[in-house]
C-alpha cells in the first residue's frame, strides 16, 4: 500500500517530495531505495524547471525539497533561500512567525558546505528565532519539537533513534497519514526484535570467548558496540556485517584500554611490533600472559571475520582493516610515549598522531567488511588521506571525543589535546573548546561535501561514513557516552533495543 501511494506521488512533485521526506524521518525508507532514487534522479533532472513554475513556495516547502536532495547527496542549489532575504540582504523578520518553515529552514542548514554564506545566515538567524520563541509556545508539542531539533539536528542524528522520535511527533500532527504512522511503528518494533536476536548472539559470544574474566582491567562494553554497530547500519540485509563490526569493535576497546591504562610502556613497544604481523608464530615474544592472550583473540576475531567473506571473494576487506589496525596501535604508542616521557607536544604535533588515533578510519574500514557493496575501491577511497571525508571524520571523532573525555583523561595522567591547544595559544580551556566546536562544524561542512554526487563510490559506502560521524555526535556531544554510558547511551540504547512502540 505505501509502494503504491509513493507512485502515485509522482503526479505531483511537491507531493512526491513531501513523502519521500515522510519516509525517511520514519524510518521506512529502506524499503524503497530503488524506487526512491529513480523518482529523485527525474526529479533533480527538472528541479529548474519545478521551482520556476512554482514561485510562490512557501519556505517550508523549499526547506524540505533541499533537505531530501541534500540528505540524498544531490547538490540543491541554496540560493533558492534568496526570496526570503529583503534588500539589505537578512532574512525577512515576516519568516519568523512561520514556525514551521523556520524549523524547516533550521534543519536544511545542517546540510551546508564550506562557502553557503546564506546556510550559516540561515542557522544563525533559526537557531536564535527558535530559542527565544520557546517561551511563546502554546503547543508542549510544538515546544518539545523545537527542544529536541535545537538539541540535535536530524542530519547529525543516528537514525534509528531519529526515527523513534520522529514517529512520536507524527502520531501527534494533525495532518499524519495514519497508514504510514503503522506502517513506521511496525515496521520499528519488527526491527527491534531482530535487532536483539543480533544482541543475545553477540552476548553469547562474548560470555564464550570468557573476554570479562580474560582483561579485568578492560571495560566491558559489548552492548554499546552493537549499539554502534546498529547506528551504522540497522537494516535487516547487514546483520553480518553488524556482527562482524561489533566484534572488532570491542577489540579497538581492548586495545585502547590496553595502551592508555593498563600495559607498561616496555610492554607496548614488543605488543606494537607483534601487531605489524599478524601472525600467531610471534606470540611467544610477548612478556606477558594478558598481550598473549590478548593478541590471540585480535587474530582469531579477524579470522572469523575472514572466513565470513572469503567465501565471496572479499578477503581483502579483512587485509586492508588489519593494516588500519596496524596503523592504530603505532598512534597509541605514540602516545604511550607522551606518558612514558612526560611530555606535553604542541598542539599541531598531537594532533597529527591524535587523528590517527582516534580510530575513525579503522571503524568505518571495518564497518565495509560485511557489506558486499564494499569492493577494493571503496577501501582505496576510505584510505585516501585527500579525501574529504577521511579527513572530516578523523577530525570530528577526535575533536568531540577530546571535548568530553580530556578531564578525566588528565586525571589519570594522559596527554590531552584541549591542555596542548592551550599551552600553545595561551587560552583558557573554554576558549579551547570553543576553538575546537568551530573545527567540529567546519569539519561537517567538509564532511557534507563529500556526500555530494558525483561520488566515487556508491552513496551506501557514504551513509556508513556519515553515520559513524553521527554517532560521534550521539555519544559525546553533551557527555562522555562511551566512557559513561549511564549518562545518556544508557537510555539511546533502551529506545532503540529494549522497548517497543505501543501500538
Same mark, same amino acid.
Given at each position: 500500500?505505501?509502494?503504491?501511494?509513493?507512485?502515485?506521488?509522482?503526479?505531483?512533485?511537491?507531493?512526491?517530495?513531501?513523502?519521500?521526506?515522510?519516509?525517511?524521518?520514519?524510518?521506512?525508507?529502506?524499503?524503497?531505495?530503488?524506487?526512491?532514487?529513480?523518482? /529523485?534522479?527525474?526529479?533533480?533532472?527538472?528541479?529548474?524547471?519545478?521551482?520556476?513554475?512554482?514561485?510562490?513556495?512557501?519556505?517550508?516547502?523549499?526547506?524540505?525539497?533541499?533537505?531530501?536532495?541534500?540528505?540524498?547527496?544531490?547538490?540543491?542549489?541554496?540560493?533558492?533561500?534568496?526570496?526570503?532575504?529583503?534588500?539589505?540582504?537578512?532574512?525577512?523578520?515576516?519568516?519568523?512567525?512561520?514556525?514551521?518553515?523556520?524549523?524547516? /529552514?533550521?534543519?536544511?542548514?545542517?546540510?551546508?558546505?564550506?562557502?553557503?554564506?546564506?546556510?550559516?545566515?540561515?542557522?544563525?538567524?533559526?537557531?536564535?528565532? =527558535?530559542?527565544?520563541?520557546?517561551?511563546?509556545?502554546?503547543?508542549?508539542?510544538?515546544?518539545?519539537?523545537?527542544?529536541?531539533? =535545537?538539541?540535535?539536528? &536530524?542530519?547529525?542524528?543516528?537514525?534509528?533513534?531519529?526515527?523513534?522520535?520522529?514517529?512520536?511527533?507524527?502520531?501527534?500532527?494533525?495532518?499524519?497519514?495514519?497508514?504510514?504512522?503503522?506502517?513506521?511503528?511496525?515496521?520499528?518494533?519488527?526491527?527491534?526484535?531482530?535487532?536483539?536476536?543480533? /544482541?543475545?548472539?553477540?552476548?553469547?559470544?562474548?560470555?564464550?570467548?570468557?573476554?570479562?574474566?580474560?582483561?579485568?582491567?578492560?571495560?566491558?562494553?559489548?552492548?554499546?558496540?552493537?549499539?554502534?554497530?546498529?547506528?551504522?547500519?540497522?537494516?535487516?540485509? &547487514?546483520?553480518?556485517?553488524?556482527?562482524?563490526?561489533?566484534?572488532?569493535?570491542?577489540?579497538?576497546?581492548?586495545?585502547?584500554?590496553?595502551?592508555?591504562?593498563?600495559?607498561?610502556?616496555?610492554?607496548?613497544?614488543?605488543?606494537?611490533?607483534?601487531?605489524?604481523?599478524?601472525?600467531?608464530?610471534?606470540?611467544?615474544?610477548?612478556?606477558?600472559?594478558? /598481550?598473549?592472550?590478548?593478541?590471540?583473540?585480535?587474530?582469531?576475531?579477524?579470522?572469523?571475520?575472514?572466513?565470513?567473506?572469503?567465501?565471496?571473494?572479499?578477503? &581483502?576487506?579483512?587485509? &586492508?582493516?588489519?593494516?588500519?589496525?596496524?596503523?592504530?596501535?603505532?598512534?597509541?604508542?605514540?602516545?604511550?610515549?607522551?606518558?612514558?616521557?612526560?611530555?606535553?607536544?604542541?598542539?599541531?604535533?598531537?594532533?597529527?598522531?591524535?587523528?590517527?588515533?582516534?580510530?575513525?578510519?579503522?571503524?568505518?574500514?571495518?564497518?565495509?567488511?560485511?557489506?558486499?557493496?564494499?569492493?577494493?575501491?571503496?577501501?582505496?577511497?576510505?584510505?585516501?588521506?585527500?579525501?574529504?571525508?577521511?579527513?572530516? =571524520?578523523?577530525?570530528?571523532?577526535?575533536?568531540?571525543?577530546?571535548?568530553?573525555?580530556?578531564?578525566?583523561?588528565?586525571?589519570?595522567?594522559?596527554?590531552?589535546?584541549?591542555?596542548?591547544?592551550?599551552?600553545?595559544?595561551?587560552?583558557?580551556?573554554?576558549?579551547?573548546?570553543?576553538?575546537?566546536?568551530?573545527?567540529?562544524?567546519?569539519?561537517?561542512?567538509?564532511?557534507?561535501?563529500?556526500?555530494?554526487?558525483?561520488?566515487?563510490?556508491?552513496?551506501q559506502i557514504l551513509k556508513r561514513a556519515v553515520n559513524f560521524a553521527r554517532l560521534m555526535d550521539v555519544a559525546y556531544k553533551y557527555d562522555d557516552g562511551l566512557g559513561k554510558p549511564e549518562i545518556s547511551l544508557q537510555d539511546y540504547i533502551a529506545k532503540l533495543l529494549i522497548h517497543p512502540l505501543p501500538l
Amino acid at each position: 500500500m505505501v509502494k503504491d501511494m509513493l507512485v502515485a506521488s509522482t503526479d505531483d512533485p511537491i507531493e512526491n517530495m513531501f513523502l519521500i521526506n515522510s519516509l525517511c524521518r520514519l524510518g521506512v525508507s529502506y524499503h524503497f531505495e530503488s524506487e526512491i532514487e529513480k523518482q /529523485l534522479s527525474h526529479l533533480f533532472i527538472t528541479l529548474g524547471e519545478v521551482i520556476d513554475n512554482y514561485k510562490d513556495y512557501n519556505l517550508h516547502t523549499i526547506a524540505i525539497i533541499f533537505q531530501v536532495f541534500r540528505s540524498h547527496g544531490y547538490k540543491m542549489p541554496c540560493d533558492v533561500f534568496n526570496k526570503f532575504k529583503n534588500g539589505d540582504g537578512k532574512f525577512k523578520e515576516t519568516v519568523v512567525s512561520d514556525m514551521k518553515g523556520m524549523i524547516s /529552514l533550521y534543519e536544511a542548514s545542517h546540510f551546508r558546505i564550506n562557502g553557503e554564506l546564506i546556510l550559516d545566515e540561515a542557522l544563525a538567524f533559526t537557531t536564535l528565532h =527558535l530559542e527565544s520563541s520557546l517561551a511563546n509556545q502554546s503547543s508542549p508539542h510544538h515546544a518539545e519539537y523545537i527542544v529536541n531539533a =535545537l538539541c540535535r539536528p &536530524y542530519h547529525k542524528g543516528v537514525p534509528r533513534l531519529e526515527a523513534r522520535q520522529y514517529i512520536s511527533f507524527y502520531e501527534r500532527d494533525e495532518s499524519r497519514n495514519d497508514v504510514l504512522l503503522e506502517f513506521a511503528k511496525c515496521d520499528f518494533n519488527w526491527i527491534q526484535m531482530l535487532l536483539q536476536q543480533e /544482541l543475545s548472539h553477540l552476548c553469547g559470544w562474548w560470555k564464550e570467548s570468557d573476554i570479562e574474566s580474560r582483561f579485568p582491567y578492560a571495560r566491558h562494553r559489548n552492548v554499546e558496540a552493537f549499539f554502534l554497530a546498529v547506528g551504522i547500519y540497522f537494516e535487516p540485509c &547487514y546483520a553480518r556485517a553488524r556482527n562482524i563490526y561489533a566484534k572488532l569493535t570491542l577489540i579497538i576497546g581492548l586495545l585502547d584500554d590496553t595502551y592508555d591504562a593498563y600495559g607498561t610502556y616496555e610492554e607496548l613497544q614488543y605488543f606494537t611490533d607483534a601487531m605489524q604481523r599478524f601472525d600467531m608464530s610471534v606470540i611467544d615474544k610477548l612478556p606477558a600472559d594478558y /598481550l598473549k592472550l590478548l593478541y590471540e583473540t585480535i587474530l582469531d576475531v579477524h579470522d572469523e571475520a575472514q572466513q565470513k567473506v572469503s567465501e565471496e571473494g572479499r578477503s &581483502y576487506s579483512v587485509s &586492508y582493516t588489519k593494516n588500519e589496525f596496524k596503523k592504530l596501535v603505532v598512534t597509541y604508542l605514540a602516545q604511550a610515549r607522551w606518558v612514558h616521557e612526560g611530555c606535553l607536544p604542541t598542539f599541531a604535533e598531537y594532533l597529527e598522531i591524535a587523528l590517527k588515533s582516534s580510530a575513525a578510519i579503522v571503524s568505518v574500514s571495518l564497518a565495509l567488511i560485511g557489506m558486499e557493496e564494499a569492493d577494493e575501491n571503496a577501501y582505496q577511497w576510505l584510505i585516501n588521506n585527500d579525501n574529504k571525508i577521511h579527513k572530516a =571524520l578523523n577530525i570530528l571523532t577526535r575533536l568531540y571525543d577530546d571535548i568530553m573525555t580530556n578531564k578525566d583523561e588528565e586525571k589519570r595522567g594522559l596527554v590531552c589535546g584541549t591542555n596542548c591547544y592551550m599551552k600553545q595559544y595561551g587560552v583558557t580551556r573554554k576558549e579551547a573548546i570553543e576553538a575546537y566546536q568551530e573545527r567540529i562544524e567546519d569539519a561537517w561542512k567538509e564532511l557534507n561535501e563529500g556526500y555530494l554526487r558525483p561520488t566515487p563510490v556508491p552513496i551506501q559506502i557514504l551513509k556508513r561514513a556519515v553515520n559513524f560521524a553521527r554517532l560521534m555526535d550521539v555519544a559525546y556531544k553533551y557527555d562522555d557516552g562511551l566512557g559513561k554510558p549511564e549518562i545518556s547511551l544508557q537510555d539511546y540504547i533502551a529506545k532503540l533495543l529494549i522497548h517497543p512502540l505501543p501500538l
